[in-house]
């Protein structure tokens, strides 16, 4: 089911606890890790269905997984995930209503995005992404990690649906050879910027309690 879009969604200000993997003592010394938290961001995606106009909302982490591990979250894993605004899309494939999606997003504490939200667009075969991110979740828990070779993390996650979707094989290469050595939530977004780039939309900062909360869901 091809010409519908997804919405690629970062928060690079989003502070995480340490996942016990063996980079963790180096990037302390380097200063990457500081009291334990990495700020690593966090990275999520929507998905159009253009069957009925329905907004399906993905993202990957270690909530209420065990130790090491990661899982999918969506609106039927999770039920506070759903998204209630439905998509406008005319002939051209420009979404109307696109800052009340967001709108809606940001205003919800579950996705525990922190910070200044970042959001661009993609054409997609909206089937190849939606099976993508259900195989994942149907995979139950995921090793989690940035560099775990069989494992992922939230920008792994959106990197891997995206790439298994978009209809740009020039997208399909910016996917492939990041800048960095695994994705970012930021970079998966200035990467979608040749197809349909979000304005900014601001959020206030609420840094010490999704702290909080990031630490109850990861221990």
Request: proline share 4%.
């Amino acid at each position: 089911m091809p010409n519908s879009l997804a919405i690629a969604l970062a928060w690079p200000e989003t502070q995480c606890k340490q996942t016990g993997s063996w980079y963790d003592k180096p990037a302390e010394f380097f200063g990457i890790c500081k009291n334990r938290y990495y700020k690593v961001g966090h990275s999520a995606i929507v998905l159009i269905n253009p069957k009925n106009s329905k907004c399906h909302y993905f993202d990957f982490g270690r909530y209420h997984a065990p130790k090491g591990y990661g899982r999918v979250r969506d609106e039927v894993t999770d039920h506070e995930l759903t998204i209630t605004t439905v998509a406008q899309l005319n002939d051209k494939l420009v979404l109307v209503n696109y800052q009340d999606i967001i709108d809606e997003i940001q205003s919800n504490p579950a996705c525990h995005g922190d910070g200044q939200l970042y959001a661009s667009q993609a054409i997609i075969d909206f089937d190849k992404a939606f099976n993508r991110s259900k195989f994942l979740q149907n995979q139950g828990v995921i090793d989690y990690g940035p560099f775990v070779i069989k494992g992922t993390n939230c920008s792994r996650f959106v990197r891997s649906v995206l790439f298994n979707a978009v209809t740009s094989n020039l997208l399909k290469f910016k996917l492939t050879f990041t800048r960095t050595l695994s994705p970012t939530p930021i970079g998966i977004v200035k990467n979608l910027s040749c197809q349909q780039k979000a304005n900014l939309f601001k959020k206030e900062i609420e840094s010490n309690e999704n702290i909080e909360q990031c630490e109850i869901l990861t221990t």
